[in-house]
T-cell receptor, first 111, second 113 residues
Framework: DAKTTQPPSMDCAEGRAANLPCNHS???????VYWYRQIHSQGPQYIIH???NNETNEMASLIITEDRKSSTLILPHATLRDTAVYYC????????????FGQGTELSVKP | DADVTQTPRNRITKTGKRIMLECSQT?????MYWYRQDPGLGLRLIYY???????NKGEISDGYSVSRQAQAKFSLSLESAIPNQTALYFC????????????FGEGSRLTVL
């Protein structure tokens, strides 16, 4: 699986959009981009995934660049409850659920 | 009730003791996983199982063993616990489709003295 690079930490003001970047310059054509988050020491929670098109769900939007070498997770209106560690993961299509987590980005949403 | 249940949630033990962490799920998923998390680090995959007869090593399987007793149950054992196995352990499940969304338990915090 391709490796990902994320900033170790970011701050965001409550009510503003949080834009979390991820670099995955060695991503292969059959690899998806997944985002998970972990609040405090709870089990990680799935947010969104995509292959090459931008995706949106009730939690977030995922923007993948045309060359697929980077992506951005967008939380449109961050709240204090969005304070968490966010993990960007790339995984081959045929790897089932096996995900390799990196160290993620610690997002702090401040009042 | 939680879809993925881990027991015990907290355990303190001594070096050399045998420890079993248990995981059960009600999602009907075929695939189950054990991850370990150390302070300030991401999750590392210990073992995974894609069905009852399938067991695979992950990134850090040394010192651990697993048993898939049924579709819904996947246990992790430390035959002889050592202090550097002190960590937060997570069980997860996923369906057999290609989406790969993982559903995690609440974690088992293990301290080895």
């Amino acid at each position: 699986d391709a490796k990902t690079t994320q900033p170790p930490s970011m701050d965001c003001a409550e009510g503003r959009a949080a834009n979390l970047p991820c670099n995955h310059s060695t991503i292969s054509g059959n690899e998806y981009v997944y985002w998970y988050r972990q609040i405090h020491s709870q089990g990680p929670q799935y947010i969104i995934h995509g292959l090459k098109n931008n995706e949106t769900n009730e939690m977030a939007s995922l923007i993948i660049t045309e060359d697929r070498k980077s992506s951005t997770l967008i939380l449109p209106h961050a709240t204090l409850r969005d304070t968490a560690v966010y993990y960007c993961i790339v995984r081959a299509y045929n790897q089932g659920g096996k995900l390799i987590f990196g160290q993620g980005t610690e997002l702090s949403v401040k009042p | 009730d939680a879809d993925v249940t881990q027991t015990p949630r907290n355990r303190i033990t001594k070096t050399g003791k045998r420890i079993m962490l248990e995981c059960s799920q009600t999602k009907g998923h075929d695939r189950m996983y054990w991850y370990r998390q150390d302070p300030g680090l991401g999750l590392r995959l210990i073992y995974y199982s894609f069905d009852v007869k399938d067991i695979n090593k992950g990134e850090i399987s040394d010192g651990y063993s697993v048993s898939r007793q049924a579709q819904a149950k996947f246990s992790l054992s430390l035959e002889s616990a050592i202090p550097n196995q002190t960590a937060l352990y997570f069980c997860a499940t996923s369906g057999s489709g290609e989406v790969g969304e993982l559903f995690f338990g609440e974690g088992s915090r293990l301290t080895v003295l």
